[in-house]
């Protein structure tokens, strides 16, 4: 099983940009779908964004499409969520997942990924 570990998180102003990384620990990296679920204070964790094992398939929640871009590097076992035209409302923990899946369907449910990694903040000020 992957053991995930995110990074790239911090305090920036509205309309910044971020790149969230999250690093696997095991070469099987490409078997896996992976995605990113963000919960804010006081919320339940939330689908961001998700891409199958290739890259060729990606899926994004509609809060996020056209501001948030997930990708893969398979020879790094790294997914990144590049994140622009932060909003306060993007403010939260964000965390990546993986789902051992060589499908081109995507889920959007946190009961199919497994495993999690220890999430990272993100903090967008107004």
């Known amino acids: 099983q992957l053991n995930l570990v995110e990074s790239g998180g911090g305090l920036v102003q509205a309309g910044e940009s971020l790149r969230l990384s999250c690093v696997a620990s095991?070469?099987?990296?490409?078997?896996?779908?992976m995605a990113w679920f963000h919960q804010a204070p006081g919320k339940e964790r939330e689908f961001v964004a998700a891409?199958?094992?290739?890259?060729?398939?990606?899926d994004y929640a509609d809060s996020q499409k056209g501001r948030f871009t997930i990708s893969r590097d398979n020879f790094k076992s790294t997914v990144y969520l590049q994140m622009n035209s932060l909003k306060p409302q993007d403010t939260a923990v964000y965390y990546c997942?993986?789902?051992?899946?060589?499908?081109?369907?995507?889920?959007?449910?946190?009961?199919?990924?497994?495993?999690w990694g220890q999430g990272t903040q993100v903090t967008v000020s107004s």
């Open positions: 095991e070469r099987t990296f490409s078997d896996y779908a």
């Open positions: 997942a993986g789902e051992a899946s060589k499908s081109i369907s995507l889920s959007r449910r946190q009961k199919d990924y497994n495993p």
């Open positions: 891409i199958n094992w290739s890259g060729h398939t990606r």
